[in-house]
T-cell receptor, first 114, second 113 residues
Framework: GAGVSQSPRYKVAKRGQDVALRCDPI?????LFWYQQALGQGPEFLTY????????KSGLPSDRFFAERPEGSVSTLKIQRTQQEDSAVYLC????????????FGPGTRLTVL | AQSVTQLGSHVSVSEGALVLLRCNYS??????LFWYVQYPNQGLQLLLK??????LVKGINGFEAEFKKSETSFHLTKPSAHMSDAAEYFC???????????FGKGTRLHILP
């Protein structure tokens, strides 16, 4: 496709369940970013990949959060033992490379933890 | 620590009126600055960016922003609002090329007919 796609668009999980969120970046984009956007807030950085290498994971809020991009294309954000405070929209973005190149955002996955 | 402050979580303007969305940053060095727009159920879209070239930056859809170092501001303006401008707008900053983007909390723009 022409843009960044994310699936599922909506996810409802019971507290304690594991979830996996998928991001398909624009073909050829080297950099991939994950953000968490809580209700009424701006996106907050979670982690950054350059190809398959995870160069920065300083924004991951706890060790329950894990991200991977094994072949340097599709990425998965996994949240283990979900908690209510994990409820948010998770945004994925990709770019040709580096922070200053325009990041193209996907529509996000809205996660609700009950 | 770097931060971005957007004044006003909600701004309402009449169609055809001037749009002014305020953004201030805290930094001791000139940052890189961005404005993004988020339409309902869509991803964020880059409106414009300042990367130390001209201080007045023109973006898409008739928006522009001016970097004012003395005021540590990067306010977004549009001379004449259109109904299609109704969306959420985010100001964002990067302190140097290797840093992550820091977003403001956003300003929801409402256009009154």
């Amino acid at each position: 496709g022409a843009g960044v796609s994310q699936s599922p668009r909506y996810k409802v999980a019971k507290r304690g369940q594991d979830v996996a969120l998928r991001c398909d970046p624009i073909s050829g984009h080297v950099s991939l970013f994950w953000y968490q956007q809580a209700l009424g807030q701006g996106p907050e950085f979670l982690t950054y990949f350059q190809n398959e290498a995870q160069l920065d994971k300083s924004g991951l809020p706890s060790d329950r959060f894990f991200a991977e991009r094994p072949e340097g294309s599709v990425s998965t954000l996994k949240i283990q033992r979900t908690q209510q405070e994990d409820s948010a929209v998770y945004l994925c973005a990709s770019s040709l490379g580096g922070e200053l190149n325009e990041q193209f955002f996907g529509p996000g996955t809205r996660l609700t933890v009950l | 620590a770097q931060s971005v402050t957007q004044l006003g979580s909600h701004v309402s303007v009449s169609e055809g009126a001037l749009v002014l969305l305020r953004c201030n940053y805290s930094s001791s060095v000139p940052p890189y600055l961005f404005w993004y727009v988020q339409y309902p159920n869509q991803g964020l879209q880059l409106l414009l960016k300042y990367t130390s070239a001209a201080t007045l930056v023109k973006g898409i859809n008739g928006f522009e922003a001016e970097f004012k170092k003395s005021e540590t501001s990067f306010h977004l303006t549009k001379p004449s609002a259109h109904m299609s401008d109704a969306a959420e707008y985010f100001c964002a900053v990067i302190m140097n090329r290797d840093d992550k983007i820091i977003f403001g909390k956003g300003t929801r723009l409402h256009i009154l007919p």
